[in-house]
């Protein structure tokens, strides 16, 4: 990092504690507006929604392209699906005939 750099960082900081001590209004403020996709999602039982599917652990664990391991994990709740592996389980759960077709024609 080169001197000019440093004294910008520098500068940063230092206006950074006169902010956080009152001294000094922030230049702009972000308001970060609240979206139903900024709620969490609510995982399924997974193990309730394969026997609903009438699924063995294999078939659920191929139909989501995850390991068998994986999913027996997420059964036994040692393990929480997360990221687009929820995404998807919750979209089953709601309509699975759909995202069936979707998956595999």
Do not use: C, Y
Request: a positive charge.
């Amino acid at each position: 990092m080169n001197e000019k750099d440093f004294n910008n960082l520098l500068q940063g900081v230092s206006e950074m504690g006169a902010i956080m001590r009152g001294e000094m209004e922030p230049s702009r403020e972000f308001v970060i507006e609240k979206t139903a996709a900024s709620e969490p999602l609510t995982t399924p039982d997974v193990k309730a929604l394969r026997a609903k599917l009438g699924l063995t652990q294999r078939q659920l664990a191929l139909f989501m392209r995850v390991n068998q391991r994986t999913l027996q994990n997420w059964e036994q709740k040692r393990r929480h699906p997360d990221g687009p592996a929820q995404v998807l389980l919750s979209m089953v759960e709601r309509h699975p005939r759909l995202v069936l077709e979707a998956l595999h024609g």
